[in-house]
């Protein structure tokens, strides 16, 4: 029993203590590593007031005072150092990188601050980087102000190349010009987009945009940070990068997206103004350059600096990334040109051979060539695997200013010639367009190579047409504002109605001229068709004279041979007419006997007719008879068949009837058999009757057949004797017809005798008359023609008319269409304009609401930002509660450790002891065990020992 008890109390023990252990052993461990790492004191807060303002006390308020703020920039009090200079914000909160005081107090740019002065020590730049870092808070009290990263990362997809699409145009862009001055300026840049009608040219704080196409203004970019001294479309065309500032105090890079004309960016803020300026193909990179000689890449993912290149000795004039993005190519005053790898910012090639400032350079579009435009006048082509020079020559006499390739290989150039040409791939001259009145200063090509503008020193900006040379139009820089485009709008769509008025009635007026000139031509058309009628009458009347006459002198010999001719005539038919006579009195007499003969045949054609029709009517009965005898036989073989047909089925029935019914059977059976051969006797009679219908049919058929016979017999003899009347009748006929004909003819021979003579005599005097009337129709004719050639005079004439006034009438009409178009595009424009005004009016107060609705929901935001506050405050309280309850729990634990120790010691000690005691107790019954051993033994000898004595007795 004790060895039993002292085991379940050393393991409850353990396992009291080991439970405990486990329930603890997260909070102990977190307590331990809480114990082993002491919480970092809170870092003590860098202000402007207790820290910064100090510093630029001390080095910076000398120049940079509210007095005296030179660029722009006062450091003396907080919110001027917020607010930045001319340049733009010089801190931003959390962003050290970005800060342009770091980076010049720090002398990582230049110029270096303070100027000509060692770089600060390094505890003071400590604490500005710790301010700027911190949020730049003004003083302990402050909240701070962590800017914002805006990532400039720009979708490359579009990248490289013509986008897939429509080439982005400007959708929506303002044409309020943010400037406005009687004259332009010089112009500082002008770019083209790669793939759409679009121009950028750059003006005082603003960029104007025009369509290539139209050449109408599109929109206006503001460039507030000064002017535009660089202008450059990314390769993708989506993208505008804008290069400048003021001369001295600032110069930054902006990138603007085309279609919205929104500023994507805003990149760099050097000292000076940026004179050259480039993005690559993936839109990942911007590098500029200026009077500072540097060269500086930036990356549009995060706007950090990622190279500066020292190289240049001069200022740098043109910077462009090649249209693959490998190479970088940059050039300065002194002459350098310089390729760069554009990832690495290494030194690639050294192009030298230009003796004056390279201004302008220009990749062709397989990257593998550059061109550059120097002050020398030269214009040099370089390849870019070795860096040899290809081609050099003289382009421009006083300088070449600006150069550019366009897709097809082309260049175009403009210099201090005041000239802009176009040249071939090998340095060819192809056209020089007309010059300006100052030098050329700008030049491009337009997205299809069918265009070049240049602008020059007066601020002239043309457009030309490539092919011809011919100018296309004047882009202004400096457009006007939208109220006086609206004003000269309105006064033109006014000017244009009020020209519409002249026209319109002077067209009605031409209309009606020429109305009457076509009722004239018309008029003076119908005179000289009724002249030309009445001259062919004439000239009618004149031949049929002549031929009358002609005619009667012809007829004057003829006439007298005709009379003794006509009496000739007369005797001979005198003779016909006697021998015609005689013969038709024998005809007469033929005809009479032929009339007999001919009533002899009709007779006997008669007689030939009755017979026939008796022998017919004798056949149409035998005919019935013999079809009434066929029908009776059919019947009676019908009847005769049925009745076989009963007597058979009464047959039938009776053998199969009973005894009752086999004497009626049979008594049917016996009618039915003489029925059946009263219908066969029936049918033999029928059958010899239909036999003797035939033969008497075939007699009466035989007898008919020979009266048709006599019948035709006596038609064809009718027919001939007819046939013979009608031809002696005919022939009496022409006798007579003859006889008669004679007695005409003599009549007439007799007649034209005495018309011969009188035709004769008539012929005669027909001679004298038709004379004169010859003499008559020549003068009518004369008279006609004479009538006819002024109608054609006056045709002529009045066509002409009718053809000017329709002409002038087509002309005013055109114009009038022109000027009412005119009109209507005019009235069209000025009311665009009108709500063009309207909405930029109407901006502000839709920006001002913009920003009211952002403001509220920052003030939203910043509500929600308390209550999350305040629950992070809860939250902190409650862990904090939860960290005291853990520091408690830990104790108890030790508490707990020391007690288990103590009771380790205890529980080893009673193991000790109680191992001894088992000992003992397994050694006192071994001794036992051998103490029972010995007693059986010596009982087992004592019972042996006695009963070996009893058996011994």
């Avoid at 510093?55 to 917020?82: P, T, V, W």
């Avoid at 068709?529 to 009667?552: E, G, S």
């Avoid at 047959?651 to 009752?660: I, K, P, T, V, Y």
């Avoid at 008319?801 to 329709?806: E, F, G, H, L, S």
């Amino acid at each position: 029993m004790l060895y039993s008890r002292a085991n379940s109390v050393g393991a409850f023990s353990v396992a009291f203590v080991l439970g405990a252990a486990l329930l603890l052993a997260g909070p102990v461990n977190d307590v331990q590593a809480d114990d082993a790492k002491p919480a970092k004191p809170a870092a003590p807060k860098v202000t402007y007031d207790e820290h910064i303002r100090p510093i630029l006390r001390e080095h910076c308020f000398s120049c940079h005072n509210q007095n005296g703020a030179k660029g722009g920039l006062s450091l003396d009090s907080y919110g001027a150092a917020m607010e930045g200079g001319s340049g733009g914000e010089v801190v931003f909160g959390g962003d050290l990188d970005s800060s342009r005081l770091w980076a010049l107090v720090s002398h990582d740019d230049e110029p270096f601050m303070p100027p000509k002065q060692d770089v600060l020590p390094a505890e003071k730049l400590k604490l500005i980087k710790s301010w700027i870092e911190g949020g730049v808070l003004e003083n302990s009290g402050s909240k701070a102000k962590v800017r914002k990263q805006v990532s400039f990362a720009l979708s490359a997809s579009a990248a490289g190349g013509k986008p897939a699409g429509p080439a982005a145009m400007p959708e929506g862009v303002w044409r309020q010009p943010v400037v406005y001055t009687q004259r332009a300026a010089a112009i500082s840049a002008i770019a083209s987009s790669p793939w759409a009608p679009l121009a950028a040219i750059a003006g005082q704080k603003q960029i104007s945009l025009y369509n290539t196409d139209t050449h109408q203004l599109l929109g206006v970019l503001p460039f507030p940070e000064g002017i535009p001294h660089i202008l450059h479309f990314s390769q993708s065309g989506q993208i505008l990068l804008a290069g400048g500032g003021r001369g001295g105090q600032a110069g930054s890079v902006v990138l603007y997206d085309v279609r919205s004309g929104k500023r994507l960016g805003k990149i760099g803020d050097d000292l000076d103004a940026v004179l050259a300026a480039d993005i690559n193909n993936t839109h990942t990179l911007v590098a500029m350059g200026g009077p500072n000689r540097l060269v500086k890449i930036y990356s549009t993912e995060t706007g950090e600096l990622l190279h500066t290149i020292k190289k240049h000795t001069d200022w740098v004039y043109s910077i462009k990334f090649s249209p693959d993005g490998v190479l970088l190519a940059t050039s300065d005053r002194a002459g350098g040109v310089f390729v760069w790898e554009a990832d690495t910012a290494r030194e690639y090639l050294n192009l030298k051979g230009h003796k004056g400032a390279v201004y302008d350079l220009s990749w062709r579009a397989d990257s593998n060539v550059l061109a550059s435009a120097s002050e020398d006048a030269t214009i040099r082509l370089w390849e870019m695997e070795k860096g040899r020079q290809l081609r050099s020559w003289g382009a421009h006499g006083g300088g070449a200013l600006s150069v550019e390739f366009t897709h097809d290989g082309r260049l175009c150039s403009t210099g201090r010639d005041r000239t802009t040409k176009i040249w071939d791939g090998n340095g060819k001259a192809i056209r020089s367009l007309p010059a300006f009145s100052e030098y050329g200063l700008e030049v491009t090509f337009s997205h299809d190579g069918k265009q070049v503008i240049a602008g020059d020193w007066s601020g002239e900006v043309r457009a030309w047409n490539a092919a011809d040379g011919k100018q296309l139009a004047l882009l202004p820089a400096n457009p006007p504002t939208l109220q006086m485009a609206f004003d000269q709008a309105s006064q033109q769509a006014a000017a244009s109605q009020a020209a519409l008025v002249q026209p319109t009635a002077a067209l009605a007026v031409a209309e009606t001229a020429a109305k009457a000139a076509a009722q004239a031509a018309a008029t003076a058309v119908t005179q000289s068709n009724a002249a030309v009628a009445k001259a062919k009458k004439a000239q009618a009347a004149v031949a049929a004279a002549d031929q009358a006459a002609k005619k009667a002198v012809a007829q004057i010999a003829p006439s007298q041979a005709a009379v003794a001719q006509a009496q000739k005539a007369a005797a001979a038919a005198q003779a016909k007419s006697t021998a015609d006579k005689q013969k038709s009195s024998q005809l007469q007499t033929q005809v009479a006997k032929a009339g007999v003969a001919l009533k002899v045949a009709i007779a006997e054609a008669a007689k030939a007719t009755a017979t026939s029709a008796t022998a017919a009517k004798t056949l149409a009965a035998k005919t019935a008879a013999q079809k009434t005898a066929a029908e009776a036989a059919k019947a009676a073989a019908l009847k005769a068949e049925q009745s076989e047909a009963e007597r058979k089925k009464l047959a039938d029935a009776l053998a199969a009837a009973g005894e009752a019914e086999k004497a009626d059977l049979q008594a049917k059976l016996e009618a039915a058999g003489k029925t059946a051969a009263a219908g066969k006797a029936a049918s033999v009679a029928a059958v010899a009757a239909a036999q003797k219908a035939k033969v008497e049919f075939d007699a009466a058929a035989a007898a008919v057949a020979v009266a048709g016979k006599l019948q035709k017999e006596s038609a064809a003899k009718q027919a001939q004797t007819q046939t013979t009347a009608d031809g002696l009748k005919k022939q009496f006929d022409a006798a007579q017809k003859t006889a008669a004909a004679s007695a005409q003819a003599l009549a007439a021979a007799n007649k034209k005798t005495a018309a011969a003579q009188v035709a004769a005599k008539t012929a005669q005097a027909a001679k004298v008359v038709t004379a004169k009337a010859l003499a008559s129709a020549q003068a009518a004719v004369k008279q006609a023609d004479a009538q006819h050639k002024a109608a054609v005079a006056a045709v002529a004439q009045t066509k002409k008319a009718v053809v000017a006034t329709a002409a002038a009438a087509v002309k005013l009409k055109t114009q009038v269409a022109a000027l009412a178009q005119q009109a209507v595009a005019d009235q069209t424009r000025a009311e665009q304009l009108a709500a063009e005004l309207k909405a930029f009016a109407a901006a502000p107060a839709k920006l001002a609401a913009a920003v009211q609705a952002a403001e509220a929901d920052v003030l939203k935001k910043r509500e929600l930002q308390g209550a999350v506050d305040s629950a992070h405050k809860a939250a902190a309280a409650a862990a904090a509660q939860k960290t005291a309850q853990a520091k408690q729990i830990a104790e108890q634990v030790k508490k707990l450790q020391a007690a288990y120790e103590k009771l380790a010691q205890e529980q080893a000690k009673l193991n000790e002891a109680l191992a001894a005691k088992a000992l003992a107790a397994k050694q006192a019954s071994e001794t036992l065990e051998n103490a029972v051993i010995s007693a059986e033994d010596a009982a087992v000898q004592r019972d042996a020992f006695t009963a070996n004595y009893k058996t011994g007795k």
